[in-house]
């Protein structure tokens, strides 16, 4: 069993930073980051696997970094330059074992989910 804390959301106006953290109860080797929006899907973010593999959504890439320190065992999402569809409910997956890189945004590939940080961009 994997515990999965998030902490950090925020409210922020749009251009604006953010970060939020994911606190792990043991090491996995592939996390993630979702984001559901009310009425909408869950989905995925930014996952990253062993090797420091990361994948994004595409409306992320360069606003958005995945990172984990291990020392710590916390994973991370950097979000920069925030647009107002950025709001939603952000959740962290983990899933023990190696994910193919096409499934890593996948909602399915994951086992273990915490409770969720709601983040708000608006003016």
């Known amino acids: 069993q994997v515990r999965l804390v998030e902490s950090g959301g925020d409210s922020v106006q749009p251009g604006g930073s953010l970060k939020i953290s994911c606190e792990y109860s043991s090491f996995t080797e592939c996390m993630a980051w979702f984001q559901q929006a009310p009425g909408k899907e869950r989905e995925g973010v930014a996952s990253?696997?062993?090797?420091?593999?990361?994948e994004y959504k595409n409306l992320i890439v360069g606003r958005f970094t995945i990172t984990r320190d291990t020392a710590k065992n916390t994973l991370y999402l950097q979000m920069v330059r925030m647009r107002p569809e950025d709001t939603a409910m952000y959740y962290c997956?983990?899933?023990?074992?190696?994910?193919?890189?096409?499934?890593?945004?996948?909602?399915?590939?994951?086992?273990?989910w915490g409770q969720g940080t709601q983040v708000t961009v608006s003016s």
């Open positions: 997956a983990a899933q023990p074992g190696l994910i193919e890189q096409w499934l890593r945004l996948r909602r399915e590939s994951y086992s273990y």
């Open positions: 990253i696997c062993p090797g420091d593999n990361m």
